[in-house]
């Protein structure tokens, strides 16, 4: 909280997410002018993401204000290379540093976190070229540690999984066209709809790889069939389960699909 007043006020990039929601709550009760905490919106943000980040912002009263990124206007970020989250962040913290200029917040901050040094994660020296504020690692604080302040803190979302942008759902070198975007949301919607959570549907071609955690396996295997018709609807030729469970950074791993079981 002092690190945070010392600073204020901040302009805080927000996504919804644990991380940066207890940042912007920590920045909002550390005392002095208000922080000013910002939505990216993209392409990239699933509309069921960001309608929650802005209900989420409302009931613990620090808000929100949305600005729109047109990521899929740069033909570098839509050859998906493998420095795409650079490309991302680049733009993004750029945008965001100019908007505090603008507004005369002293700076530009996010909810990076030690665990995430440990990450692959090219975004953070974009965000280090223009100056973005790393308040939790600055400060020695990891993930379990935002975990447990958040908990603290009487906040419902301690222990929610993290999120990822849609991006990660496609293997680098293939192009991001709002039309896969739009196919990757539209069938993780449908997993949700079934009480899947955290789920992930990776994107090879027209194959859909679900990743569930994997106690949810045998219930995901159970409801195929409805699985398969509802997946198909959406444009998918095949639809593949993978056997090794939901895991972060799983499109890093450059791996086949050897280990999966198919449904058709």
Known sequence: MKYLASRAPLLISYSGGLDSSLLCYLAYHAGGKKPLCVLVQSPLLPGEAASAAIRRAEELGYGCEVTWIPLLENPRFRDNP?????????TTAQALVEM???????????????????????GLAACEEEGILHPFVECGISKDDIRSIARQCGLSFWNEPSGTCLATRIPYGDEITPHTLEKIESAENCLHGLGFSPVRVRIIHDTAVIEVIPGDLSRLISRKDMINQ????????????????????SMDEHRNTKGRVRWW
């Not at 493998?82 to 680049?90: T, V």
């Not at 444009?235 to 469970?245: A, K, P, T, Y």
């Open 230 to 249: 509802c997946l198909r609807e959406f444009g998918f030729l095949r639809i593949l389960v993978d056997l090794e469970g939901y895991r972060f950074g």
């Open 100 to 122: 505090a200029s603008k507004r005369g917040y002293a700076g530009v901050a996010d909810g990076v976190n030690t665990s995430d040094l440990s990450e692959f994660r090219p």
């Open 82 to 90: 493998k420095d795409r989250c650079y490309i991302c962040k680049k």
